[in-house]
């Protein structure tokens, strides 16, 4: 049997034929994942995995369903830690509301947070005076009959009590935001922001009404 010569058919098409260098980029990556492939397969068989290039699907299962639980459990470990993070902000500004400050058996009212407030900075307890400025705010909105004082009543709650006296609210605000920034964050307080949290709490108190006028109103109603 007599084979046809097709080699000048070839150098024809040969000639024709446009051969372009694939770009530089193609070729390292093509070398990495090969460097990646062969990695893998010399890690999968030191540590007697099952290799995709000849293992069976049972195998190819398992191992992706290793895999799947071991990130089932680093999400699950991670909202643990975030909600954890959540409740300790949460149990801290109970605390900030309780009052962790000892003054004794008897309750102190916004005048007795005050004087309390003083002795502390005149003991440079800077940190605690400014607490204690906070704690008296809380008392004079509950005596001015605006907000009831609540052991469990958060700061947002109190933000949207006042959102109707814009003064009162911004400078109760700001005295909150120092208030936490001392009590919770790495800041160490000073004289400054003892004055700075007075201040806040005069605005707050010249900008509420007096008690009388509320029960006044209220009878006149």
């Not at 990556?29 to 000849?54: C, E, H, T, V």
């Not at 909202?79 to 009052?99: E, F, I, M, P, Y």
């Not at 005050?114 to 909105?141: D, G, P, T």
Request: glycine content about 4%; hydrophobic content about 45%.
């Amino acid at each position: 049997m007599e084979f046809k010569n097709v080699s000048h058919d070839l150098g024809e098409i040969a000639k024709n034929y446009d051969y372009r260098q694939p770009p530089d980029i193609l070729l390292r990556l093509q070398d990495l994942l090969a460097y990646i492939n062969r990695f893998l397969r010399d890690l999968f068989s030191m540590l007697k995995l099952p290799q995709f290039g000849n293992a069976d699907s049972r195998g190819v299962a398992d191992l992706m369903q290793v895999l799947v639980i071991i990130a089932g459990v680093v999400g699950a470990v991670m909202v643990l830690l975030l909600v954890a993070s959540r409740l300790r902000t949460l149990q801290a500004q109970r605390n900030l509301a309780l009052g962790s400050i000892v003054v004794g058996d008897s309750p102190l009212d916004s005048v007795g947070w005050l004087k309390l407030a003083q002795e502390l900075e005149n003991n440079q307890s800077h940190r605690e005076a400014c607490r204690a400025i906070y704690m008296s705010v809380l008392h004079l909105l509950d005596e001015r009959n605006v907000v009831p004082f609540s052991a469990t009543r958060s700061n947002y709650e109190y933000f949207y009590a006042l959102k109707r006296m814009q003064s009162v609210a911004e400078s109760f605000r700001r005295l909150v935001d120092s208030v936490e920034y001392i009590w919770f964050g790495d800041k160490q307080a000073n004289n400054d922001d003892f004055r700075y949290c007075m201040e806040q709490s005069r605005l707050v108190q010249d900008g509420l009404p007096l008690k009388a006028v509320n029960e006044l109103s209220k009878a006149g109603r």
